[in-house]
Nanobody, 124 residues
Framework: QVQLVESGGGLVQAGGSLRLSCAASGRTVSSYTMGWFRQAPGKEREFVAA????????YCADSVKGRFTISRDNAKYTVYLQMNSLKPEDTAIYYC?????????????????WGRGTQVTVSS
């Protein structure tokens, strides 16, 4: 069983930065594709970014491209989301997810494991 725990959320002013971390249990997670999703109040869960198991390929949503960067450290079983130039519309609960799919995917239904989320609030 894979367990994911997010951290690093908080309150930041527009234009600021945050780095989210996702600590994963289980060595097999090093071979999983990892992703970040977010969900704002009253909205559906939205794909943010994904990274292949070996970090050779990453994929970001257009809404965050150029501002957010996903990375991973398999030796630490940790995935990161560096968020720069934050905007009020980035306010949401951010979730880490893992999938056994070898193909990067933005579909939340393809992800097998989920963390409980961390709140990110961007004030204007």
């Amino acid at each position: 069983q894979v367990q994911l725990v997010e951290s690093g959320g908080g309150l930041v002013q527009a234009g600021g930065s945050l780095r989210l971390s996702c600590a994963a249990s289980g060595r097999t997670v090093s071979s999983y594709t990892m992703g970040w999703f977010r969900q704002a109040p009253g909205k559906e869960r939205e794909f943010v970014a994904a990274i292949r198991w070996d970090a050779a390929t990453t994929y970001c949503a257009d809404s965050v491209k150029g501002r957010f960067t996903i990375s991973r450290d398999n030796a630490k079983y940790t995935v990161y989301l560096q968020m720069n130039s934050l905007k009020p519309e980035d306010t949401a609960i951010y979730y880490c997810a893992a999938t056994t799919s070898m193909v990067l995917t933005s579909s939340h239904s393809r992800y097998n494991y989920w963390g409980r989320g961390t709140q990110v609030t961007v004030s204007s």
